[in-house]
């Protein structure tokens, strides 16, 4: 059974600043089948990115995703007040499944 | 506009059953797979069931097979998740979500989510 493994647990920085998170899974990703969701408090999940590095519609281009295999990151270039949140890696091939989350905070 | 809306959450006591239900709208929901994800009280996202479009493949989280059943209909564009035997495990805020067309679990739409609360 594969296992994410996300980094840091939690990322401190500031509005402008570049924060790269990781997702490591413990077997090869299916057809890099590695999605990211973004999670402000109160809300429900919004889907970021799919397929490791394409954007989901309406997504700003100051989020991007790359990697493959067993190690994925996710970059966010130039962080706006609104981009603080928990993040989530998920694998959507066989057995779906979680990360366990990145708290990026101020 | 896709809308997900969960109802029938509440608090059932240990042993109990509930059932949540997902009206969906702004899109052909009978072509699309639904997921359900939890999320207990301060913890991270656990995908939980997910039904193909036309029903004919369900899958489930291991640890809740059994427990759980998922099932859909399309006449009237909603979908469910029958909760048995209730733990207070089993706690969570419970989230509808859109997945591709016919089968599968990258989740492109998610509803507000419905609050399970197992308590005596």
């Given at each position: 059974e594969i296992v994410l493994t996300q980094s840091p647990g939690t990322l401190s920085l500031s509005a402008g600043e570049r924060a790269t998170l990781s997702c490591r899974a413990s077997?090869?990703?299916?057809?890099?089948?590695?999605?990211?969701?973004?999670?402000?408090?109160?809300?429900?999940?919004r889907l970021l990115i799919y397929g490791a590095s394409s954007r989901a519609n309406g997504v700003p281009d100051r989020f991007s995703g790359s990697g493959s295999g067993t190690d994925f990151s996710l970059t966010i270039s130039g962080l706006k007040p609104e981009d603080f949140a928990v993040y989530y890696c998920q694998q959507y091939g066989d057995s779906p499944l979680f990360g366990q989350g990145t708290k990026l905070e101020i | 506009?896709?809308?997900?809306?969960?109802?029938?959450?509440?608090l059932v006591k240990p042993g109990g059953s509930l059932?949540?239900?997902?009206?969906?709208?702004?899109?052909?929901?009978?072509?699309?797979?639904?997921?359900w994800v939890r999320q207990a009280p301060g913890k991270g996202l656990e995908w939980v069931s997910t039904i193909s479009s036309t029903?004919?493949?369900?899958?489930?989280?291991?640890?809740?097979?059994?427990?759980?059943?998922?099932?859909?209909?399309?006449?009237?564009?909603?979908?469910?998740?029958?909760?048995?035997?209730?733990?207070?495990?089993?706690?969570?805020?419970?989230?509808?979500?859109r997945g591709p067309l016919g089968f599968g679990d990258l989740l492109y739409a998610w509803g507000q989510g419905a609050l399970v609360t197992v308590s005596s």
């Open positions: 077997q090869s990703v299916t057809s890099n089948s590695l999605a990211w969701y973004q999670q402000k408090p109160g809300q429900a999940p | 506009e896709v809308q997900l809306v969960e109802s029938g959450g509440g059932r949540l239900s997902c009206a969906a709208s702004g899109f052909t929901f009978s072509s699309y797979s639904m997921t029903s004919n493949y369900l899958s489930y989280a291991d640890s809740l097979r059994g427990r759980f059943t998922v099932s859909r209909d399309n006449a009237n564009n909603s979908v469910f998740l029958q909760m048995n035997s209730l733990r207070v495990e089993d706690t969570a805020v419970y989230y509808c979500a």
